[in-house]
């Protein structure tokens, strides 16, 4: 059962555009909402996370914006650049019981030169 | 920060031979510890969390005598393939958690001839 629906699968941009990755959750209880960026070959990074209890969060050229009422959180990179061609996924933490990390499905971003 | 070490990067087994994956937390200790593994273009799905001083805690799906988890101390988690066949060909991910965040090794990619 997918808790978190990520979108899209993959996203082409050009240099110097905004790339915009979304993920839909569906369980309430989750507090913690991590993006995480791999290149290949590599173990996933921690990029940027936030809390319900803010609506947009800022570090640098990437920003994740929070709706609450929506059930959505999305990940806006300001003037991408070819270094960020990654695969980026959200993820989320379980509750109830041990706490986990689960991954949504990821989207391959590639920003061409 | 955080650092988790992964050892091998890369291994190439017989088919029917056991390997072998270390994660070790460097700079902190890590009372829990967790195994994914991720396919070609997919997502990491997690296999199993592995709690220093006893039984690791196995997903659904995953079999726990092929996939043989060893916590015996805090800085040290390993991962052992039995049996190894062609299908358990696979990029394996270890994560150490500490207080919320989770620091994941860089991978090992594992292939069965």
């Known amino acids: 059962q997918q808790q978190v629906k990520q979108s899209p699968q993959s996203l082409i941009v050009q240099k110097g555009g905004i790339s915009i990755i979304n993920c839909a959750y569906e369980n309430t209880a989750f507090d913690y909402f991590p993006w995480y960026q791999q290149f290949p070959g590599k173990g996933p990074a921690l990029l940027i996370a936030i809390r319900p209890d803010v609506s947009e969060k800022k570090e640098g050229r990437f920003t994740i914006s929070f709706n609450k009422s929506a059930k959505q959180f999305s990940l806006h990179i300001m003037d991408s650049q070819p270094g960020d061609s990654a695969t980026y996924f959200c993820a989320f933490i379980t509750q109830g019981g041990s706490e986990k990390l689960v991954f949504g499905k990821g989207t391959k971003l590639t920003v061409n030169p | ?112 001839v």
């Not at chain 2, 190439?12 to 009372?31: H, N, W």
């Not at chain 2, 997690?46 to 799906?61: F, P, V």
């Open chain 2, 1 to 112: 920060g955080a650092v988790v070490s992964q050892h091998p990067s890369r291994v190439i087994c017989k088919s029917g031979t056991s390997v072998k994956i270390e994660c070790r937390s460097l700079d902190f200790q890590a009372t829990t510890m967790f195994w994914y593994r991720q396919f070609p273009k997919q997502s990491l799905m997690l296999m199993a969390t592995s709690n220093e001083g006893s039984k690791a805690t196995y997903e659904q799906g995953v079999e726990k005598d092929k996939f043989l988890i060893n916590h015996a101390s805090l800085t040290l988690s390993t991962l052992t393939v039995t049996s190894a066949h062609p299908e358990d060909s696979s990029f394996y991910i270890c994560s150490a958690r500490e207080g919320r965040g989770y620091t994941f090794g860089s991978g090992t990619r594992l292939t069965v």
